[in-house]
């Protein structure tokens, strides 16, 4: 599905656009100048869809060489081993996710629990990735002509980053994985690493940025108008609120 020149989204699952895999997020492709990368990779359930996916939108595989992680949950982080073996892409992950994402302890992500609630089909197993670079905030990376920025936003987990483009044509995107949504909606969930206070500073540091287009882990990304629906979270929170949650 094209979002504009240089954004594309290639997997969605039930929180979302239900068109691969039901626990997938969002995987968005970004492209410019023959170059593609991965900002997240789904379950892994979906990784013959996104290969055709990518495909179907006239590109090759091996035109991706980088895949980025915002978080390790496995709805965001479980392909990524599978995608790098299809592409040759490199895995960037948050240096302290390094260890857990290598492992791939079902537990450090609390994907157990996950899968006895229902989240996950209860035979699905987590593919261990041992990521190629390793991402500190404010690290700066390139896909052909655009630059993007890393921002450490954790909360939702231990370990999460945006990514923080910004195009040729002076338009900003937002890739904000599970740290903010739609409507300022959070993630807020049970588990033992999520963080309200450490979430309310990092949705905070992101509304301070300039961006246009918001494009979010689950549900609608936002294609104009994205410092709104950040606004909308950062309010609720500076009026001793907790924004809405996207599961209700
Ligand atoms: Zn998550």
Redesign the pocket.
């Known amino acids: 599905m094209k979002i504009n020149e240089h954004i594309y989204l290639i997997a969605s699952g039930k929180m979302g656009f239900d068109w691969t895999h039901p626990s997938d997020?969002n995987v968005y492709l970004l492209h410019s100048n023959d170059e593609l990368a991965l900002i997240d990779t789904g379950t892994g359930e979906s990784v013959e869809n996104i290969c055709q996916h990518i495909e179907m939108h006239g590109f090759s595989l091996d035109q991706v060489t980088k895949i980025f992680l915002?978080?390790i949950?496995a709805?965001?982080a479980g392909g990524a081993e599978m995608l790098r073996k299809k592409t040759g892409a490199k895995v960037f992950v948050a240096r302290d996710a390094y260890t857990i994402l290598r492992d791939g302890n079902e537990d450090k992500i609390d994907l157990t629990t996950a899968k006895q609630n229902g989240f996950y089909p209860v035979n699905y197993k987590f593919t261990p990735c041992k990521a190629d670079t390793l991402i500190s905030d404010g690290d700066h990376f390139h896909v052909g002509s655009l630059t993007l920025q890393a921002i450490d936003t954790p909360g939702?987990?231990a370990y999460?980053v945006s990514f923080l483009v910004q195009s040729v044509a002076g338009h900003s995107f937002l890739f904000s994985?599970?740290t903010v949504f739609y409507d300022g909606k959070i993630?807020m969930?049970y588990t033992h690493d999520f963080q309200l206070h450490s979430l309310q500073k990092s949705i905070d540091k992101l509304a301070n940025y300039q961006v246009d287009l918001l494009l979010p882990?689950h549900y609608q990304p936002a294609l104009s108008n994205a410092k709104h629906h950040l606004k909308i979270a950062q309010n609720a929170f500076s009026s001793m609120n907790i924004p809405k949650n996207i599961v209700e």
């Open positions: 997020c915002t978080h949950h709805d965001h939702h987990s999460d994985g599970d993630s969930l882990g």
